[in-house]
């Protein structure tokens, strides 16, 4: 089990830097006016597991804080990943 934990904490580190990553280029290339990352790609970041990352980036980069589906969604993906994540390392 240890194995598969150390892998998921690997793929979760990995999506939420992604995803936090994604949300500052997408700040950056709204400034610039230029093509920007599609919000259907941002949500499917957070729901593979960047999520926390996501919500992170998003107030860091004061990126999409005014879309009410990012400000309550990408915190709301966070709390159902958080619970899920305690819940499988409880073991229940």
């Known amino acids: 089990?240890?194995?598969?934990?150390?892998?998921?904490?690997i793929y979760l580190g990995v999506m939420n830097c992604l995803l936090f990553i994604l949300m500052g280029?997408?700040?950056?290339?709204?400034?610039?006016g230029a093509w920007r990352i599609p919000e259907a790609t941002l949500f499917t970041?957070?729901?593979?597991?960047?999520?926390?990352?996501?919500?992170?980036?998003?107030?860091?980069?004061?990126h999409k804080t005014?879309?009410?589906?990012?400000?309550?969604?990408?915190?709301?993906?966070?709390?159902?990943?958080?619970v899920l994540l305690v819940l499988l390392i409880s073991g229940k």
Do not use: C, E, R
């Open 25 to 32: 280029v997408d700040k950056l290339k709204a400034l610039k």
């Open 1 to 9: 089990m240890d194995k598969y934990m150390n892998v998921l904490w």
């Open 66 to 82: 005014l879309h009410k589906k990012f400000a309550v969604g990408f915190p709301a993906i966070t709390v159902v990943q958080i």
């Open 45 to 62: 970041f957070a729901l593979l597991g960047g999520a926390l990352g996501g919500t992170l980036g998003m107030y860091s980069f004061h």
